[in-house]
């Protein structure tokens, strides 16, 4: 069964400054590997996915990540963030056994942006 | 764009109502989901369908009933709600073609006193 990681419950980062979120997954196989973006009170927002390919993956609002089979991790970046990225974030894993369908999400990452 | 909406931004119900969460989607997706999100915990599976009439239970279906009569129709059931059970609910639908990314909708907050 798959499982997530996000290690870190609150991040603080100043405006204008990168950002890195970490994930890590527990997975036999190759992965389908997905960032949701949730703003206070809001659904969440699919950011990007990874599901083949270019192991660097770009997605909405500037926002980038990583896949690295060796770390089994997926981390989201960004270079320079804004006030409005201020949100929880969560990592997600599906995989085969689930038809790819079922998404298996960490407890999310709350990110503080002070001025 | 895909467009998931749930009947309720915000549901106040007492101890042992019954309790009806809808969610409607617009993008003909097969799959639909249920998740309740609390602090620390995350997004947590309570049901999902398939299908319509399909249902399976998810991480943590005790407590909970879901109808799929329509495809494009969900709804989540609280027989006899209880106090934990105040939470928020998610709704999610996904479709078969593709890496199952999930659409979700804004979401109800249930309060149970």
């Known amino acids: 069964a798959q499982s997530v990681t996000q290690p870190d419950i609150h991040i603080t980062v100043s405006e204008g400054a990168s950002l890195e979120l970490r994930c890590n997954y527990s997975?036999?196989?190759?992965?389908?590997l997905f960032w949701y973006v949730q703003s206070p009170g809001q659904g969440l927002q699919l950011l990007l996915k990874?599901?083949?390919?270019?192991?660097l993956v770009q997605g909405i609002k500037g926002f980038e990540a990583e896949f690295k089979r060796s770390q089994s991790s997926f981390n989201l970046r960004k270079p320079s963030v804004h006030w409005s990225d201020a949100a929880e974030y969560f990592c997600?894993?599906?995989?085969?056994?689930?038809?790819?369908?079922?998404?298996?999400f960490g407890t999310g990452t709350r990110l503080l942006v002070s001025p | 764009d895909v467009k998931v909406t749930q009947s309720s931004r915000y549901l106040v119900k007492r101890t042992g109502e019954k309790v009806f969460l809808e969610c409607v989607q617009d993008?003909?997706?097969?799959?639909m989901f249920w998740y309740r999100q609390d602090p620390g915990l995350g997004l947590r599976l309570i049901y999902f369908?398939?299908?319509?009439?399909?249902?399976e239970k998810g991480d943590i279906p005790e407590g909970y009933s879901v109808s799929r009569e329509k495809k494009e129709r969900f709804s989540l059931i609280l027989e006899s709600a209880s106090t934990n059970q105040t939470s928020m609910y998610l709704c999610?639908?996904?479709?078969?073609?593709?890496?199952?990314?999930?659409?979700f909708g804004p979401g109800t907050r249930l309060t149970v006193t």
């Open positions: 997975y036999g196989a190759t992965p389908y």
């Open positions: 993008m003909d997706h097969e799959n």
């Open positions: 997600a894993v599906s995989g085969e056994d689930t038809g790819f369908q079922k998404l298996v």
């Open positions: 369908s398939y299908d319509v009439k399909m249902k």
């Open positions: 990874y599901f083949s390919g270019d192991t």
């Open positions: 999610a639908s996904s479709s078969n073609q593709g890496p199952g990314e999930q659409y």
